[in-house]
């Protein structure tokens, strides 16, 4: 079955620190990968996607996530992050053309000012 | 522009009760997207549109739940005999035909007293 798998459910950073959040997925075939995020009060919206081509795709605010398919892994990463940062971080995955989406758990980073 | 809405934001009804929810996609956009969220999960897909026409429903939960979308804009969801454990946010997300990179509405919170 389709699943997706985020390794922490709770995350606490002080700022500038790095942040390394995990998503590993189990899916057939070719896949399409997502980071969404959800701010304090907001609506979830994309923070990052990889279709094809270059495995490390960059998405807004200094985020970057890099797809390693012999891993079935897509790991979100910051180099260093701000208070702002602190929302709800969302792995998804869909399977080649299809449009049916799987997400994780959730993890919610808290970074201390 | 305006983005998808849904109504109402929040709902209350007991148990046994019918509900409609309401979803607003982006306008242009072919796809439509319910997700239900339940209390510290992600968001776990119900069921999918491309134009009028359900695509995939391999979501709902069983045969209380329903969704149309009859000119192909506009969708419903409809739950019947409504139980406690239906309680959730119910999300509803657009996109183009093409591109499967979702936007989100705020979602509305279903409380089944």
């Known amino acids: 079955a389709q699943s997706v798998s985020q390794h922490n459910h709770h995350v606490i950073l002080s700022e500038a620190a790095s942040l390394e959040l995990g998503c590993n997925y189990s899916?057939?075939?070719?896949?399409?990968l997502f980071w969404y995020v959800q701010y304090p009060g907001q609506h979830l919206q994309l923070l990052l996607k990889?279709?094809?081509?270059?495995?490390l795709v960059k998405g807004i605010k200094g985020f970057e996530a890099e797809f390693i398919k012999s891993k079935f892994s897509f790991n979100l990463r910051k180099p260093s992050v701000q208070w702002s940062d602190t929302a709800e971080y969302f792995c998804?995955?869909?399977?080649?053309?299809?449009?049916?989406?799987?997400f994780g758990a959730g993890t919610r980073l808290f970074v201390k000012a | 522009g305006a983005g998808v809405s849904q109504t109402p934001s929040n709902k209350v009804t007991e148990k046994g009760k019918y509900v409609e929810l309401r979803c607003d996609p982006i306008?242009?956009?072919?796809?439509l997207y319910w997700y239900r969220q339940s209390l510290g999960q992600g968001p776990e897909f119900l069921i999918y549109?491309?134009?009028?026409?359900?695509?995939?429903d391999s979501g709902l939960p069983n045969d209380r739940f329903f969704a149309v979308r009859p000119e192909g804009s506009v969708s419903t969801l409809k739950i019947q005999r409504t139980e406690r454990g239906d309680s959730a946010v119910y999300l509803c997300?657009?996109?183009?035909?093409?591109?499967?990179?979702?936007?989100f509405g705020p979602g509305t919170r279903l409380t089944v007293l």
């Open positions: 997300a657009s996109s183009t035909q093409t591109r499967n990179e979702q936007f």
């Open positions: 899916y057939g075939g070719t896949v399409n």
């Open positions: 990889y279709f094809s081509g270059d495995p």
């Open positions: 998804a995955v869909n399977g080649g053309g299809g449009f049916k989406t799987i």
């Open positions: 306008s242009g956009h072919t796809a």
């Open positions: 549109f491309q134009g009028t026409g359900a695509a995939d």
